[in-house]
């Protein structure tokens, strides 16, 4: 299990407790964190799940592969910290990542 916070546009935030082996989208998905879409269910096949990992994760949620980089380029105000949720699969080493959600979904 791991704590994940999510972070509303808005600043509100979301945390939550999800099993390992979940990807960072299922779980806000599961716990009705508004924000992310998820249209595509975790394909990789839309941006609708985008989010921006905290600095401090980075190193750990690594770099994404180039199908990920492919579907960033269809994310709303995409940053060098973009990831799509459904890519980040929770593990303990996550345990307290922040990733913090664009105004709007690609």
């Given at each position: 299990?791991?704590k994940?916070?999510?972070?509303?546009?808005?600043?509100?935030?979301?945390?939550?407790?999800?099993?390992?082996?979940?990807?960072?989208?299922?779980?806000?998905?599961?716990?009705?964190?508004?924000?992310?879409?998820?249209?595509?269910?975790?394909?990789?096949?839309?941006?609708?799940?985008?989010?921006?990992?905290?600095?401090?994760?980075?190193?750990?949620?690594?770099?994404?592969?180039?199908?990920?980089?492919?579907?960033l380029?269809?994310?709303?105000?995409?940053?060098?910290?973009?990831?799509?949720?459904?890519?980040?699969?929770?593990?303990?080493?996550?345990?307290?990542?922040?990733?913090?959600?664009?105004?709007?979904?690609?």
């Amino acid at each position: 299990m791991a704590k994940i916070t999510y972070i509303e546009h808005s600043g509100t935030e979301h945390v939550v407790e999800a099993e390992n082996g979940v990807s960072v989208m299922e779980a806000a998905v599961q716990n009705m964190v508004p924000g992310i879409d998820a249209d595509c269910g975790g394909a990789c096949a839309c941006a609708t799940c985008h989010v921006y990992v905290d600095d401090a994760w980075r190193e750990k949620t690594g770099k994404p592969e180039a199908m990920e980089e492919s579907m960033l380029d269809f994310a709303a105000e995409p940053k060098e910290n973009s990831r799509l949720s459904c890519q980040l699969k929770i593990s303990d080493a996550l345990d307290g990542l922040i990733v913090r959600l664009p105004e709007f979904q690609g």
